[in-house]
């Protein structure tokens, strides 16, 4: 293991019993590479209660904000950025602190399907799913209770976001650029909002309607995906954005969250339609 990074607003050193330096307390801290390795160190202790952890060693790295810095969400993303330098990191693991995500997730965890049980789970940071189940599931039943209100295919991850609302804002080419540079071009688009003034905080009902655009990008896939034997993302965002573009406002996304589901009729159309894109995307690749 090569070790956490953890970044907090101060800290307070002083001497432990072997007269060596220690860290008496940090204040405001955060871990921005290591996550994982902590959680399996908790879970591992929370399951087997006998494991000792004593001669458990993990290398950190900590570092101590200035007080007062204006850009201290940049500064941690870097950090976390060069801290991951020998993986391969995601830019959308990078933007998990942007005020937009973590609004979402809160949303996520205060929001109700209709049914009162279940619920969409927004995975700010990558793996939060899991720690999720583990955390708040003692038992096997729990566990399965659990993933009955929160199933996997409730499970919304940032880039997913990125994709179902691109491909209903009509963009099917960013999206089919792939899912971190279509993610990237979602962030960018944020910023110019904020930057020209706009509130981009997500109320509720934003967050319905994100969810309800959710529901209809997938049920599209699962109408399209044994149709086509290849380019089936590619198809279906496109479609998307033609339902989007000839249907707009008229379509109640009110009504797709409360049925948690789109109509049989809607399913049909959409087969229509994927049928027509496959043909004009076939057609412009052939010139």
Known sequence: NNG????????????????????????????????????SIYFAK?????????????????????????DDEE?????????????????????ANK???REVEKLSMRTYCPDGVGRWFYERSAGSYKVMLEKEAATPTQKKKLQQAIPPYRKLTKPDLARFINAWDQKP??????????FQAFMDELQSLEESGQDVTPTQSDFKQ???????????????????PAFQANITSYTVSVLAML????????????????STELQQQIAIWAE???????????G
């Open 4 to 39: 956490i990074v953890v970044v907090a607003d101060e800290a307070r050193l002083a001497k432990a019993a072997d007269g060596s330096t220690g860290v008496l307390w940090l204040q405001g801290m955060q871990i921005v590479n290591g996550g994982q390795t902590t959680a």
């Open 46 to 70: 929370k399951k087997h209660p006998e494991i000792s952890l004593a001669n458990v060693r993990v290398p950190a790295k900590i570092i101590v904000l200035r007080s007062g810095q204006d």
């Open 75 to 95: 500064l941690i993303a870097n950090i976390s950025k060069y801290a991951n330098s020998q993986n391969v990191v995601k830019q959308s693991d990078l933007s």
């Open 99 to 101: 005020p937009f995500h």
């Open 173 to 182: 080419h960013v999206v089919s650029l792939g899912s971190q540079k279509n």
């Open 210 to 228: 994100m969810i309800a655009k959710a529901i209809l990008f997938k049920a599209a896939h699962k109408v399209i995906r044994p149709k086509f």
């Open 247 to 262: 249907l707009g406002e008229r379509l109640d996304l009110k009504r797709v969250w409360d049925r948690q589901a789109i």
């Open 276 to 286: 027509e894109v496959n043909e004009a995307l076939h057609f412009g690749a052939g």
